[in-house]
């Protein structure tokens, strides 16, 4: 049985992992066993899926997979906002300034400062990624709002924070 990928087999399995997320594994093994998913470029996951069986999964993986810290998306995100027109212009205001606070092991809790006012942004959970709303200065709301790896400014989060369900 022949393990190696093709490169466009190769790219849609990168873009997939992008697309979904660091539980990328467990999301695709479930489009297989459906045997189809909402990811534009399924096609080439599937002919992987038939050569080489659902089982090679659980051994592949990419070399420079879809990581990204709470430091590179907050990064990200003052980038963002920068970029957003609210901000930018003549009758713009001034820009929020964001950080990482000092957090417990489970979250990361993003703070924002504008006008010498602090509030919370929203937390990040460690191990996934996910995005929450801030419930409080101490804790998240229930329901996750994006991934940081995945998420899209605008429609995920914004500069006030994770959006509402």
Do not use: C
Not at 133 to 146: F, I, Q, S, Y
């Amino acid at each position: 049985m022949n393990e190696q990928l093709t490169a466009n087999e190769l790219e849609a399995i990168k873009g997939y992992a992008a697309w979904a997320g660091p539980k990328w594994k467990h999301r695709l093994s479930i489009d297989w066993m459906n045997a189809g998913s909402r990811f534009s470029d399924y096609g080439p996951l599937q002919a992987v899926r038939n050569r080489l069986g659902p089982s090679w999964l659980a051994k592949f993986e990419l070399e420079d997979g879809p990581t990204l810290t709470v430091e590179a998306f907050v990064e990200r995100l003052t980038k963002e906002v920068a970029a957003d027109p609210y901000f930018t212009g003549p009758n713009s205001i001034n820009m929020p300034s964001y950080e990482i606070d000092k957090g417990g092991r489970k979250y990361k809790r993003i703070v924002t400062e504008s006008h010498s006012q602090k509030s919370v942004w929203g937390f990040i959970e460690v191990e996934t990624g996910d995005i929450y709303k801030a419930a409080g200065w101490k804790g998240p709301a229930k329901h996750v709002r994006g991934n940081i790896a995945t998420g899209v400014y605008g429609r995920h989060y914004n500069h006030f924070g994770p959006r509402y369900l």
